[in-house]
């Protein structure tokens, strides 16, 4: 009788290399999904409509008030002292975009107060002079503190939330703001968008990254009408709605306005990023751009103050500034700085023998 013999030999080294190699392959792969998932839910967030929430019960279009529905209230645009050209400073660091800015809105004949909301003991005397001198109407405002602490959002945004304090200046008299940044510059006149028959609009956000372009809007250029009773409603929604809270008043702004805004081109808020996104649509959106937005990069730094410095030594930091950035990404924003530049000398030659 034939006789077997089976042998069970033990893992040969080849083996066991395939299997850890296999393992760890495995593991790796799993690992880079899960990041990518991890990435996705911190940078693209679902838009304000896929997250939608019903915040408020406001019309987009323009009635008489927020409260008025009425069909048989007539249209009226407001009149030059109803609205108001309006931006904010809550720091030093950007006299020299609010200055600036001033100045350009000054230059292009815009037929609006121009309001400058600021919060009390963040600038000194000579700074509130200069910026009164430059043709901005005062108007000290209290700070408006992040929820949560400021849990969660970027620490340059922990002021922002002060930006709902818009809505209430119908008590002086306001109806109508178009917001603007402090780190924009206007280049052309934007009477136009006086008589828009809407209650908010905005021109829709770009990233430079896979965002790419959104349906979500940048809140550094906002068309809107005042309601004290929408501010107070604001404020007791902010620490409830789900927003990113990165993002801080942009964000939420969002989502609370998310059925209501209407969007308007981008020439009303040219932002650096369509530059690098596509320059080809930014070439094309040149002729007709009224306000370029310097987003990516300033032509001021946000660091640096002109507190303790005279006027010589101002301009020397400001030309150093204008100097580098000009220069970036392989001198990319030449052009841009240049239109700063320009408005820049101008408004501290006409301010020179100011305060």
């Not at 004290?228 to 404020?235: K, T």
């Not at 709605?241 to 981008?266: C, H, S, T, W």
Request: charged share 20%; glycine share 6%; hydrophobic share 40%.
């Amino acid at each position: 009788m034939s006789r077997y013999v089976f042998e069970y030999a033990p893992l040969t080294n080849g083996n066991r290399q395939r299997r850890l190699f296999w393992f760890f392959t495995v593991l790796a792969v799993f690992i880079v999904i899960i990041n990518v998932l991890a990435v996705n839910r911190l940078y693209v967030s679902p838009s304000p409509l896929d997250n939608f929430q019903k915040l408020n019960s406001l019309s987009s279009v323009y009635k008489s008030s927020y409260s008025v529905r009425s069909d048989s209230i007539p249209f009226d645009i407001p009149s030059k002292e109803e609205r108001a050209v309006l931006t904010t400073i809550y720091s030093e660091s950007y006299y020299a975009g609010v200055l600036t800015l001033g100045h350009s809105l000054q230059a292009t004949n815009t037929s609006a107060r121009r309001l400058l909301l600021y919060i009390p003991d963040r600038l000194s005397p000579q700074t509130l002079c200069r910026l009164e001198a430059g043709g901005w109407e005062l108007h000290s405002i209290p700070r408006i503190p992040p929820p949560a602490g400021g849990k969660g959002v970027y620490p340059r945004f922990l002021d922002q939330y002060t930006k709902l304090q818009i809505w209430g200046l119908d008590k002086v008299g306001v109806k109508t703001v178009l917001y603007i940044d402090g780190d924009t510059l206007v280049r052309q006149n934007f009477d136009e968008l006086w008589s828009l028959p809407f209650n908010f609009a905005a021109v829709p956000d770009v990233y430079t990254d896979r965002r790419g372009f959104t349906t979500s809007f940048n809140a550094g250029v906002m068309f809107l009408r005042m309601s004290s009773a929408v501010m107070e409603d604001m404020l007791s929604k902010i620490d409830t709605a789900k927003y990113k809270r990165l993002d801080a008043e942009q964000g939420f702004l969002n989502v609370y306005f998310a059925m209501q805004v209407i969007r308007l081109p981008f020439i009303y808020n040219a932002n650096l990023a369509l530059k690098r996104r596509s320059p080809g649509l930014w070439k094309a959106l040149e002729p007709d751009m009224r306000i370029v937005h310097y987003t990516i990069t300033k032509p001021f730094s946000e660091t640096r103050t002109h507190r303790d410095l005279d006027a010589a030594q101002a301009m020397q930091m400001q030309n150093n500034m204008l100097r580098e950035q000009g220069h970036a990404d392989g001198g990319l924003w030449a052009e841009e700085m240049g239109w700063w530049d320009a408005v820049w000398r101008d408004t501290i030659k006409t301010l020179e023998y100011q305060c």
